[in-house]
């Protein structure tokens, strides 16, 4: 399984990005799949989850403002980001097969997002 995420850089306080990740390897039609992030000496933090009949669950840091969204056709999941703030700045990583409590069993490698 390998999962490549692109989309990441540097944008000013209230901007936006999308964040892609295309899985190889595993079909994500079947699979709960989301997102985290890791911002410097932090620990790595799940921002978004969609289940396989598509709910989205966010943690409250980044409710209303994140988007996670997937594309069957293309075996591939998005994070929209949205009036992003300097604490939103870290490494983004796009994850798929849920073990529960923000685990997950796969995990891409990441991509940067600052916020300045």
């Known amino acids: 399984v390998q999962l490549v995420e692109s989309g990441g850089g540097s944008v000013q306080v209230g901007g936006s990005l999308r964040l892609s990740c295309v899985a190889s390897?595993?079909?994500?039609?079947?699979?709960?799949i989301g997102w985290g992030r890791q911002a410097p000496e932090k620990e790595r933090e799940g921002v978004a989850v969609?289940?396989?009949?598509?709910?989205?669950v966010y943690p409250d840091s980044v409710k209303g403002r994140f988007t996670i969204s997937r594309d069957n056709a293309k075996n591939s999941l998005y994070l929209e980001l949205n009036s992003l703030q300097p604490e939103d700045t870290a490494i983004y990583y796009c994850?798929?097969?849920?073990?529960?409590?923000?685990?997950?069993?796969?995990w891409g490698q990441g991509t940067q997002v600052t916020v300045s």
């Open positions: 994850a798929i097969v849920c073990l529960g409590n923000w685990r997950f069993k796969y």
């Open positions: 390897g595993y079909r994500i039609s079947t699979a709960c």
């Open positions: 969609l289940n396989t009949i598509n709910n989205a």
